[in-house]
């Protein structure tokens, strides 16, 4: 057993979350948590709600509410959402909680005594016509590197490279469409180039990444330089150091203290347990976490900030680089073991866009459809290494002639044709099995090596390929055996065996699936005759703020019970009754349906 850090990229709270969202940070990581609990190792995920910049200080100033009233709508929203997906999340928080601000000033303050933490006089973005700072990420104009005429004032998504607004051409208000005025002001500065060096020696380690992930990695490096890691804004975490934090209008930005909220969120976990120094197993560097596993799940959009940014900060906490320094009270701690990223899942062709209302949120799907249809369709088709569109056409297929005509017609017919033939599972005959039953259980066997291990190596479209290669094995295997066709008592013991086969088969492809359809992996696991829990589920839970903040609803759930990663024996003479469909065939009329909701 190890222990497992599943580290999920951070949703902001500005508003619900689209089936985009949760196809790069959600689906996939907790596919990756569950398969690696039932696996024996000691997971530990964590995430939350991104609350703080000044996009959320806009939109609540046009909405007439606080920034926190704002945060707390969104939060809970969004928690609600991954909840009905069944993220089996330890601890999903949000950064507005006193620990969280807590553990980001302790990271600020121990880079700023490592040297890694420098004032410098800048340039920053106001509004003409408001007089307030505008957000990096609100100025958009043509970048000075590619020349790519859409590149926002901190970062080009055509190329990559880190930017700042002053350094656009023709740059532009996102908010107002007026050109922002540039005055002096002073901030601190992340000293990224004094970390270049131990952050490409860390790279150089890297087994196993997804290639464009790791490539792209490393070319940032080429020209890294110092990043601003305060601005001018009213909301986030405060300064914590003398003549600064109690000033209100210098906050740490954003993209600081969101990252760092892996790291709280797991103290947090830890603290609510009962034990404060549990979260040490899957972070410390030195003594019992210096063998822990960190997996970081996110879009391709979030790449720089887990495998340049993060790790910087981490490294730079813990003394490493190329300044002398020493760990602060944390302790040497972990750097990622692998950055997950999942590229872009687009709409009917186009990319999701709130604005545009080309999209369609998580909350309104699941009014409509069943959570493991929508798993399903991004574990098998979702954008894991590629750009994938998402189109009710193939949602409509995918359901049909995947989930209900193939695993849903598996289920359905083994287990009805022995609960009417005999009620329950049924032995197998004393003659023994035959050359075709053993090829098929010994299909089933194999597959839990095989599907495991892809799971491990974040390859789950072939993963779910693999076990849904075992259904329609069975599948074959019924047909060509048609035991529907033995309706002669002397036939009763063979029929029997290929039902008690087919069973046993169910129940093997039912394990290697739960961690992609963990709400129809429980039913099938009771349709089966099974008690207990199979696939834990999250649930939310209203919590105090440990230090005396407002409360707040996190997710959360026992995840020490629930099946197993291997082949269970099946019991013959356990009870079944007829079974109810675990899948619903949709009609194909919801293509054109959701087509005119999408045209408005």
Known sequence: MSHVLAAVAWPYANGPRHIGHVSGFGVPSDVFARYMRMAGHDVLMVSGTDEHGTPIQVQADAEGVTPRELADRYNRVIAEDLRALGLSYDLFTRTTTRNHYAVVQELFQGLHRNGYIVPKVTTGAISPSTGRTLPDRYIEGTCPICGYDSARGDQCDNCGNQLDPVDLIDPKSKINGE????????????????????????????????????????????????????????????????????????????????????????????????????????????????????????????????????????????????????????????????????????????????????????????????????????????????????????????????????????????????????GAIPPVDPAGLTEADEALLATARAGFAVVGDLIAKHRQKQAIGEAMKVVAEANKYLSEQAPWKLKDEADKPRMGTILHVALQVVSDANTLLTPFLPHSAQKIHELLGGTGVHAPMPVIEEADDLDGGPAYPVLTGDYTVGARWESVPVQAGRPLAAPKPVFRKLDPSIVEEELARLAG
């Open 179 to 422: 050109t922002p005025k540039f005055v002096e002001t002073e901030h601190f500065f992340l000293d990224l180039p004094a970390l270049a060096d131990v952050l490409r020696q860390w790279l150089d380690t890297r087994e196993g990444w997804r290639p464009n992930v790791l490539r792209f990695s490393k070319n940032l490096l080429d020209d890294l330089q110092p990043r601003a890691i305060t601005r001018d804004l009213e909301w986030g975490v405060p300064i914590p150091l003398d003549g600064w934090r109690d000033r209100g209008d210098k906050r740490i930005y954003v993209w600081f203290d969101a990252v760092i909220g892996y790291l709280s969120a797991s103290i947090e976990w830890a603290r609510r347990t009962g034990d404060p120094e549990a979260w040490r197993k899957w972070w410390s560097a030195d003594g019992e976490g210096k063998d822990a596993r960190g997996y970081y799940f996110m879009g391709k959009d979030n790449i720089v900030f887990h495998s340049v940014i993060w790790p910087a900060l981490l490294s730079g906490y813990s003394g490493e680089g190329s300044n002398d320094g020493e760990p602060g009270e944390l302790g040497r701690l972990n750097l990622p073991t692998e950055v997950v990223s999942s590229e872009y899942l687009t709409m009917e062709g186009r990319k999701f866009s709130s604005s545009r209302k080309v999209v369609i949120y998580v909350r309104d799907f699941l009014e409509r459809y069943d959570a493991d249809a929508l798993r399903y369709f991004i574990a098998v088709a979702g954008p894991e290494s590629n750009d994938t569109d998402f189109t009710w056409a193939e949602f409509l297929r995918r359901n049909n002639d995947e989930l209900v005509a193939g695993w849903g017609n598996l289920v359905n017919r083994s287990v009805s044709m022995a609960a009417k033939n005999f």
